[in-house]
């Protein structure tokens, strides 16, 4: 099994921190982030990772050539972009995707159950699966409903919405990059839009494993309460 790492951002989320380093090579207790996500998915049957970079790549390949451990665990490729592409175009330029693959964002920490999302994705026959969480959304507003004479009908004082947003984790079938063009930039948001409007099934996954956006302050934070100094301690013994 093969997955795509995409790494290629400039992190501006985490702003100063990766204005010296790569996001995914930020340390979580005493361990880059990318190499948990390595480690999970290699425990997962992934034997090969296809890291997408872009910004600051060259830290990415010191990183690989300087840990044996890591590419000891599985085979590890690096594709470099040109030129910014989006989150579905830098895929495009990726080779020999003509199985059933795995693309995860090199900022999310999970221990979602990998071997669950390709059944689901499988017994579905789509041409794509999005893993969701559901996610707390709290307004800081109060919510004023009206009827149709503009009359009050009920009032909610800072709401807490909930949804299924994505996790940045999705099962791709090679056809998928029939509806990406050649050096093309494009963003995961429209490429889905692009499917559901030619009648394609994207399926979705939810979960409510742990999972940490790093992009995110607060979750980069709570994944370093988390770890602690863990070291290489594994997601899923962590979460236990």
């Given at each position: 099994?093969?997955?795509v790492i995409l790494a290629g951002g400039r992190g501006t989320r985490l702003s100063p921190y990766t204005s010296?380093?790569?996001?995914?090579?930020?340390?979580?207790?005493?361990?880059?982030?990318?190499?948990?996500?390595?480690?999970?998915?290699?425990?997962?049957?992934?034997?090969?990772?296809?890291?997408?970079?872009?910004?600051?790549?060259?830290?990415?390949k010191s990183y690989l050539r300087n840990n044996d451990e890591i590419t000891d665990l599985l085979e590890i490729?690096?594709?470099?972009?040109?030129?910014?592409?989006?989150?579905?175009?830098?895929?495009?330029?990726?080779?020999?995707?003509?199985?059933?693959?795995?693309?995860?964002?090199?900022?999310?920490?999970?221990?979602?159950?990998?071997?669950?999302?390709?059944?689901?994705?499988?017994?579905?026959?789509?041409?794509?699966?999005?893993?969701?969480?559901?996610?707390?959304?709290?307004?800081?507003?109060?919510?004023?409903?009206?009827?149709?004479?503009?009359?009050?009908?009920?009032?909610?004082?800072?709401?807490?919405?909930?949804?299924?947003?994505?996790?940045?984790?999705?099962?791709?079938?090679?056809?998928?990059?029939?509806?990406?063009?050649?050096?093309?930039?494009?963003?995961?948001?429209?490429?889905?839009?692009?499917?559901?409007?030619?009648?394609?099934?994207?399926?979705?996954?939810a979960t409510d494993s742990l999972w940490l956006d790093l992009g995110r302050h607060e979750d980069f934070q709570?994944?370093?309460?988390?770890?602690?100094?863990?070291?290489?301690?594994?997601?899923?013994?962590?979460?236990?």
């Amino acid at each position: 099994m093969r997955a795509v790492i995409l790494a290629g951002g400039r992190g501006t989320r985490l702003s100063p921190y990766t204005s010296v380093i790569p996001k995914p090579l930020l340390p979580v207790g005493q361990t880059p982030i990318l190499e948990l996500v390595l480690r999970h998915l290699a425990a997962h049957g992934i034997t090969r990772a296809t890291l997408a970079l872009g910004y600051m790549s060259r830290y990415f390949k010191s990183y690989l050539r300087n840990n044996d451990e890591i590419t000891d665990l599985l085979e590890i490729d690096c594709v470099e972009e040109s030129q910014p592409l989006g989150t579905s175009g830098a895929i495009k330029t990726i080779g020999g995707l003509d199985e059933t693959f795995l693309v995860i964002n090199g900022d999310v920490l999970t221990d979602l159950d990998l071997s669950l999302l390709f059944e689901s994705h499988r017994k579905q026959n789509a041409i794509l699966t999005i893993a969701t969480h559901r996610q707390p959304v709290r307004l800081d507003f109060g919510i004023v409903e009206t009827d149709a004479d503009g009359m009050v009908v009920d009032y909610i004082e800072k709401p807490t919405l909930h949804h299924e947003v994505s996790m940045g984790i999705y099962v791709y079938e090679p056809r998928v990059l029939d509806w990406i063009g050649v050096d093309e930039r494009l963003d995961f948001p429209d490429l889905v839009l692009r499917l559901i409007g030619d009648g394609q099934k994207v399926n979705t996954f939810a979960t409510d494993s742990l999972w940490l956006d790093l992009g995110r302050h607060e979750d980069f934070q709570k994944a370093n309460e988390l770890f602690g100094d863990a070291g290489s301690e594994t997601l899923e013994g962590k979460a236990a």
